[in-house]
């Protein structure tokens, strides 16, 4: 919750005071980008630090229950039925593997891996989601409680989500949503 500033303003000579929190909460944010269509897929998982001290799992394996709900959510979005194959490229992050995410693609056989090279976000696609994200929904603003947090980026989500001509300009897409090549 502690917010990402980009610029304010202040008195010549003067530092201006920035409010902020001291708090060590956040909101992980799982998404996935149809690269044809520009159809984003989504799920938000918050993380309390009081919470986090009374379950006693790690880190890794909190993310990795939540992105094996990511993949049912992806599933879902793209169902077996209409769809042969969904490959998701994914990084190395440590929870992008482990028990919970086996069990997502054992459940469902036509989503598959792709991992890139170790220290390549260059090559993720989703990477060029986060930033006009993060701009639209967070940047300069302090958050007083999770939820507003989390309903900042939902709307966010929301606005590329109903918007998947702006998803396929930010990828560089080479297609419209209607399959012809863009001048």
């Known amino acids: 919750m502690v917010p990402t500033l980009t610029a304010t303003l202040g008195v010549k000579g003067c ?10 909460d956040v909101v992980h ?32 394996k909190r993310m990795q229950v939540a992105f094996a709900h990511h993949l049912l959510d992806v599933a879902r979005a793209y169902p077996a039925t209409a769809w042969r194959q969904v490959v ?8 992008h ?23 390549s976000p260059q090559l993720q696609p989703i990477e060029r989601l986060w930033r006009p994200l993060r701009q639209r929904a967070t940047h300069n603003l302090l958050f007083d409680e999770m939820t507003e947090l989390q309903q900042a980026l ?15 300009k930010l990828f560089g897409s080479l297609w419209t949503t209607t399959g012809l090549p863009e001048a």
């Open 88 to 95: 998701l490229i994914i990084d190395n992050a440590p929870w």
């Open 154 to 168: 939902r709307s966010g989500l929301g606005y590329f989500r109903t918007r998947p001509h702006v998803v396929l």
């Open 15 to 24: 530092r201006p005071v920035i409010g902020t929190r001291d708090c060590k």
């Open 29 to 60: 944010t799982f998404a996935s980008a149809n690269l044809t269509t520009g159809a984003v897929t989504s799920r938000l998982y918050g993380s309390r630090t009081r919470a986090r001290r009374k379950d006693g799992l790690s880190k890794t």
């Open 97 to 119: 593997r482990g028990r919970p995410v086996d069990w997502a693609l054992r459940r469902f056989p036509h989503l598959s891996l792709y991992r890139l090279p170790p220290y």
